[in-house]
């Protein structure tokens, strides 16, 4: 099936500081992709939808100066949470579709101490 | 609200033993339904799926019933294994191609 890469797997990072994570389709194009989050005992939170070449689409709630979505390629997203808070703490997953399935990256652990 | 449900949260089962995680859905719209899994710290994985113009989709140990007039769809795992341990998510595609997921259930299989 089709792979997703996302990268870093986890990641630690001081407040007020900001951490990218990039998910990358390695073995197709994807003009869509999907940025979820999770937290604990929860389901995926969909944040907003990648676009390449033209801005993300936020859902409702999710603050679009805070996390900062660039799809500057047909195989690349780029998720930037800026100045970091504990609150921002969670699992950041990344999907994209091919032939009608979601295919997820391994997401990624940020904590933010 | 939540469009998709899964409403018990844990499952455990004996090993060799038949696990069966449940689903329920609002949206009578929905034209294709999907079970993926998840291991703690990882993206979750397709396990398998079913369109909605069918009642049942079978692979391997694996299979998933799609009940239309009840909203509810079911993944039956047998026999279970130890390695099935983990979360599944249930997931449902709108014609816009938007998925919704459940909540999750976390499925224990004891040795």
């Known amino acids: 099936g089709a792979v997703v890469s996302q990268h870093p797997s986890r990641v630690i990072c001081k407040s007020g500081t900001s951490v990218k994570i990039e998910c990358r389709s390695l073995?197709?194009?994807?003009?869509?992709m999907f940025w979820y989050r999770q937290f604990p005992k929860q389901s995926l939170m969909l944040m907003a939808t990648s676009n390449e070449g033209s801005k993300a689409t936020y859902e409702q709630g999710v603050e679009k100066d805070k996390f900062l979505i660039n799809h500057a390629s047909l195989t690349l997203s780029t998720l930037t949470v800026t100045s970091a808070h504990p609150e921002d703490s969670s699992f950041y997953i990344c999907?994209?579709?091919?032939?009608?399935?979601?295919?997820f990256g391994q997401g990624t652990r940020l904590t933010v101490v | 609200d939540q469009q998709v449900k899964q409403n018990s949260p844990s499952l455990s089962v004996q090993e060799g033993r038949i696990s069966i995680l449940n689903c329920d859905y609002t949206n009578s719209m929905f034209d294709y339904f999907l079970w993926y899994k998840k291991y703690p710290a990882e993206g979750p994985t397709f396990l398998i799926s079913?369109?909605?113009?069918?009642d049942k989709n079978e692979d391997g140990r694996f299979t998933v019933f799609l009940n239309k007039s009840a909203k509810h769809l079911s993944l039956h795992i047998v026999p279970s294994q130890p390695g099935d341990s983990a979360v599944y998510f249930c997931?449902?595609?709108?014609?816009?191609?938007?998925?919704?997921f459940g909540t999750g259930t976390s499925l224990t299989v004891i040795p």
């Open positions: 997931a449902a595609k709108d014609t816009g191609n938007q998925f919704y």
């Open positions: 999907s994209a579709r091919s032939g009608g399935l979601a295919f």
């Open positions: 079913i369109s909605s113009i069918k």
């Open positions: 073995d197709f194009q994807a003009t869509t």
